[in-house]
């Protein structure tokens, strides 16, 4: 491209470059941001024109910005020079999929990590970029680092013994915006959108998850009185982020689910939710066994695990499940098959004690369709498709999402093992099933079962 003609005209949305999400979150375009740099520059002692077709070439064509360039913009977004040693560029920008740099792992850090969730916004699948492997590691890191310091109670608020009872009015004391009623409520409420997603898929619940993310982070701004209600509000804004992680991630909007779940593992950890943050690693660690990260997806699964430690039963057959899952898409047959077991030995465990609410859809049907997924990640189909269509037989028939996805891939296990009639069977109940409910996820295994069946014309 040459000149600076058509840069004028460029969107600032047009580039997934982190760059661009820098200038979007400032309300800078490609000028803006040119006049910002000289500025600081000149400020360093640098004299530098402002020219917005530089800009553009490190957004489009992956030019890298000269040392005092870097230092430059470093200065203006408030970065430490030492980070741009540490991460070169573009991994240095304040753009990446996780919580805001520097963040301390208190009730402080948390409330501006979930504002910076809800105010960014997560709509754009392009709005960040996934976390390479250091960010992820770091995170880990950090999470349990902080957990090794014990978990940090909530800010004092009023007396906890002062707290009005449930159904007790609060709109008149100004320590209590969230009563007994409201909580209430609002836990009903993600467990209600839980059961939405499993009839209608991640992307019919997203945005009203994220309103509820808005609402439950307003409340913990206005310093709702007690310790009691302010972790309630905390685990429910965890519960929260963790169903808008796997909304995002079923949706196909991968960074933003990587936002969500680690922003929730703060959460978590301030309300002392242990068995939530297992969830949330586990969450992490599907996400990227379905972005293809399976390295990453196996250092998430073990934090999960680690995070179980001694948790009911059925909470560790749910790590044992995602490490079981990750192993699997890594390649790692004899690890997939420890895990599997573990988790089935877990789970067994749990028929007298079911765990927490939100993990009502884990059974032996759930299981069974999960292995079978991985078995068919490590090109075993003949173990994979009895064991998906026996998922599929015991499921609920309400879980129209993961009935037509699970009948899909067993359709294509069907298939591998040269039963194409059985496997256009499978894949037509699928596709009648889809029709209900939409998932990025979905059509890509119909679109694999499709290309296995042309394979076999």
Avoid at 347 to 354: E, Y
Avoid at 406 to 422: H, K, P, S, T
């Amino acid at each position: 491209m040459g000149g600076g003609g058509n840069v004028a005209g460029e969107r600032a949305d047009a580039s997934p470059h982190p760059l661009a999400y820098v200038r979007r979150r400032h309300g800078w375009s490609y000028q803006d941001l040119a006049k910002v740099i000289a500025e600081h520059a000149r400020a360093l002692g640098v004299p530098m024109a402002a020219r917005r077709e530089k800009v553009w070439r490190w957004e489009h064509w992956g030019v890298v910005p000269e040392a005092d360039s870097q230092r430059a913009l470093a200065r203006a977004l408030g970065i430490h020079p030492r980070e741009l040693e540490l991460r070169p560029w573009p991994r240095w920008l304040p753009a990446h999929g996780g919580m805001p740099d520097g963040l301390p792992w208190t009730p402080d850090g948390s409330l501006t990590a979930l504002a910076a969730l809800v105010e960014d916004g997560t709509d754009d699948p392009r709005g960040y970029p996934l976390a390479d492997e250091r960010t992820l590691r770091d995170a880990i890191a950090d999470w349990e680092a902080a957990e090794a310091e014990g978990a940090v109670e909530p800010p004092e608020g009023a007396d906890p013994g002062e707290r009005p009872q449930d159904g007790e009015p609060a709109c008149g004391r100004p320590d209590s915006w969230a009563d007994g009623g409201v909580l209430e409520w609002l836990e009903a409420g993600v467990l209600g959108l839980r059961r939405l997603d499993d009839r209608l898929g991640g992307a019919a619940v997203r945005h009203r998850t994220q309103a509820d993310l808005r609402l439950v982070s307003g409340l913990l701004r206005r310093e709702p009185g007690g310790r009691d209600t302010r972790a309630r509000l905390l685990r429910v804004a965890a519960d929260l982020a963790q169903l808008g992680g796997w909304a995002a991630t079923d949706s196909g909007r991968l960074a933003a689910a990587q936002r969500h779940y680690l922003t929730g593992l703060r959460l978590a950890h301030t309300a002392g939710d242990r068995p939530m943050a297992v969830s949330l690693w586990g969450g992490l660690a599907l996400q990227e066994v379905i972005a293809g990260r399976p390295q990453d997806a196996v250092a998430a699964a073990e934090a999960a695990v680690r995070a179980a430690g001694s948790a009911s039963p059925a909470v560790r057959a749910l790590a044992a499940v995602r490490l079981a899952r990750a192993h699997a898409a890594l390649g790692a047959e004899a690890a997939f098959r420890r895990a599997a077991a573990e988790a089935e030995r877990r789970l067994d465990a749990a028929r007298t004690d079911p765990g927490p609410p939100w993990l009502y859809w884990l059974d032996t049907a759930e299981l069974d369709a999960q292995r079978g997924l991985s078995l068919l990640d490590l090109r075993l189909p003949g173990e994979a498709g009895p064991l998906l269509e026996r998922a599929l037989a015991a499921q609920d028939p309400a879980f129209l999402r993961d009935r037509s996805l699970y009948a899909a891939r067993a359709a294509q296990a069907r298939a591998l093992n040269g039963d194409v009639e059985g496997a256009r069977a499978l894949g037509r109940e699928a596709a009648a099933l889809s029709r209900c409910c939409g998932s990025p996820r979905l059509a890509a295994a119909l679109d694999a079962l499709k290309a296995v069946l042309d394979a076999r014309r």
